[in-house]
Structure formats: structure tokens, C-alpha cells
T-cell receptor, first 112, second 114 residues
Framework: NAGVTQTPKFQVLKTGQSMTLQCAQDMNHEYMSWYRQDPGMGLRLIHYSVGAGITDQGEVPNGYNVSRSTTEDFPLRLLSAAPSQTSVYFC???????????FGDGTRLSIL | GENVEQHPSTLSVQEGDSAVIKCTYSDSASNYFPWYKQELGKRPQLIIDIRSNVGEKKDQRIAVTLNKTAKHFSLHITETQPEDSAVYFCAASIRVTGRRALTFGSGTRLQVQP
């Protein structure tokens, strides 16, 4: 099993560009989530999904969109990148929201 | 809104001493409380978790205690070793925009001095 796979690992964007961070899991987990991690700020929840076709906003959803068309995939889209979105992005999955979460290796995103 | 607060933000101990990290939460219906360890440049990894129907759980040198009445839970690491140096995050399953989601504290940087 690969677990949770995030691509790309690193990305540099210019302000105003859009892009999609990919997240895939092969554990048949229903619950998936996206976090961003800024220095000294911990992990802040962006969006989450309790199953295919269902998505919800987290603590810091502005500037990001998600979709969950399949159980396996949960892509995160940056609509118009801003320097404030420079961060490390982690995707995580678990069988349910009150079960151990498995994290991907993260995507380090820099926006100039 | 509902949140999770974590203290202290940094903690330095001598090798062999104990370390305690505390978290409080606001959602009285929270039922799941995991702790994660994150080494520099790595992903967070689960080290121990506890559910609301249990008061304490141990795994070798690590233990977690939960006080539902006071809405706080703590991580205890005994006989600390240099390899315990990392950032530790608590989390709680709290209600966010209508459904429950895992929300994290701001982290504690633990340094174990040899």
C-alpha cells in the first residue's frame, strides 16, 4: 500500500496563477482533509470531506476549492495564488473523522 | 468557534526527565483526541490517541490523560531521550461548519538536552 500520496512535492508559482495539488489514498478511507502548515502556526484545516460527493469548509477555506468525485482522490485547487498562501500543504485520510489520520509527505508551495 | 489550545509552545528538558504537554478544547461533544509527533521536514505521525470513554491510556513511555469535565487532555513522556525532540501536536474531533473534523493545536517544540 502506498498510503496517502501527494503531488507535487515542491512548486513555485507566480501571484495570480492557479494550480491543483493532488492527493490520493489507497486505503478506501471515507474521510479526507487538507491542512496548511505555516511556521509556528500548527496545522490549520482548509477543507475536509466525509465521503465521495461531500465536502465542507474548515478553518481557513478562502482562496481554495476542493472536490471529491471518488473515494480515492481529493484535489485542492488554488484559484488565484497569493503570497499569503506560501506554506506546506498536508493531505490526510482516515476511515472516519474520529479514527487515526494518515498524512501524506506534504507539498511545499512558494508563491512569488 | 470551537477550537483547541495547546501549551507550552516550547519545552526544554534534560534527558531522563519527564515532559508534559497540555491541551484544552471547547466542544463538549468532542470524542476523539490524538497526539502527533512531527520531526523536522517530515509528516506528522500518530503516537497515541484516546477516546472520550477512557480517562488514561499508556504506551511504553508515553501516556495520555483526559478530563472530560474540565475539557482538557495531556501528553506525558517519561524518561525522555534525545530522539524525543520534535514538535508535538494535540488534536480533537470538533464541530466545524456543521460536521465533525479533526482540529489541531498550535504545537509544542520539545527539546531534550543530552
Amino acid at each position: 500500500n502506498a498510503g496517502v500520496t501527494q503531488t507535487p512535492k515542491f512548486q513555485v508559482l507566480k501571484t495570480g496563477q492557479s494550480m491543483t495539488l493532488q492527493c490520493a489514498q489507497d486505503m478506501n478511507h471515507e474521510y479526507m482533509s487538507w491542512y496548511r502548515q505555516d511556521p509556528g502556526m500548527g496545522l490549520r484545516l482548509i477543507h475536509y470531506s466525509v465521503g465521495a460527493g461531500i465536502t465542507d469548509q474548515g478553518e481557513v477555506p478562502n482562496g481554495y476549492n476542493v472536490s471529491r468525485s471518488t473515494t480515492e482522490d481529493f484535489p485542492l485547487r488554488l484559484l488565484s495564488a497569493a503570497p499569503s498562501q506560501t506554506s506546506v500543504y498536508f493531505c490526510a485520510s482516515s476511515a472516519q473523522q474520529n479514527q487515526p489520520q494518515h498524512f501524506g509527505d506534504g507539498t511545499r508551495l512558494s508563491i512569488l | 468557534g470551537e477550537n483547541v489550545e495547546q501549551h507550552p509552545s516550547t519545552l526544554s528538558v534534560q534527558e531522563g526527565d519527564s515532559a508534559v504537554i497540555k491541551c484544552t478544547y471547547s466542544d463538549s461533544a468532542s470524542n476523539y483526541f490524538p497526539w502527533y509527533k512531527q520531526e523536522l521536514g517530515k509528516r506528522p505521525q500518530l503516537i497515541i490517541d484516546i477516546r472520550s470513554n477512557v480517562g488514561e491510556k499508556k504506551d511504553q513511555r508515553i501516556a495520555v490523560t483526559l478530563n472530560k469535565t474540565a475539557k482538557h487532555f495531556s501528553l506525558h513522556i517519561t524518561e525522555t531521550q534525545p530522539e524525543d525532540s520534535a514538535v508535538y501536536f494535540c488534536a480533537a474531533s470538533i464541530r466545524v461548519t456543521g460536521r465533525r473534523a479533526l482540529t489541531f493545536g498550535s504545537g509544542t517544540r520539545l527539546q531534550v538536552q543530552p
